[in-house]
């Protein structure tokens, strides 16, 4: 695994701080907050692996090897199970109730636009293009949460400012790389 210097916890530190910042803006927009969102990731054992993975996806020239690949993949699959705003921490997502299913939208919002906005990936087009290709088929959402799941990207789509979320990564460094392929509108193009 690759060594955990101070450069790269400060790097986690301001990032981490940023994606929370970015939940809690998204969970505004919608009438919530969730202060201790990903609290898990500034401790062991969830620390360094997700130190070193958030300084490598900022980082290109960074030595990211398989086994720090493999270690991160462990790490996330305890924090999915471990935190209940992630639908793999229930015996099924239907079990999701509504405060953690609106943190969950929130995380997915603010992952997406930091991918989106500063780190130029276009895996996904949008919150609802990921929600449609990957997130509904895996945990088969129920219809009520779909609804809700819909009416708050709605509520999202429409009060969300590009520049006041961009004012929230202000000051994290690393490298941009350059814009990907924008992939074909999901069906749901037109909410977000």
Not at 35 to 48: G, R
């Amino acid at each position: 695994m690759a060594e955990l210097t101070p450069e790269i916890l400060e790097f986690h530190k301001k990032r981490t701080d940023a994606h929370i910042a970015g939940v809690n803006y998204f969970a505004g927009l919608v009438g919530a907050r969730f202060p201790d969102h990903d609290a898990d990731k500034s401790a062991a054992p969830l620390l360094e692996p997700y130190a070193l993975k958030n300084y490598a996806n900022y980082h290109p020239d960074f030595p990211w090897t398989d086994s720090d690949e493999a270690a991160f993949d462990r790490a996330r699959r305890a924090h999915h199970a471990a935190a209940a705003h992630h639908p793999e921490s229930y015996a099924a997502a239907t079990d999701m109730p509504d405060d953690r299913i609106t943190e969950m939208l929130c995380d997915w919002s603010a992952a997406n636009k930091e991918q989106l906005l500063i780190r130029n990936v276009r895996e996904y087009i949008d919150v609802a293009d990921f929600f449609a290709r990957e997130a509904l088929p895996e945990h088969r959402f129920s219809a009520g949460q779909s609804r809700l799941i819909v009416s708050l990207m709605a509520d999202m789509v429409s009060r969300f400012d590009e520049g006041k979320f961009l004012s929230i990564w202000e000051g994290i460094g690393g490298q941009r790389p350059a814009p990907g392929p924008i992939r074909t509108p999901s069906p749901f193009q037109a909410i977000w």
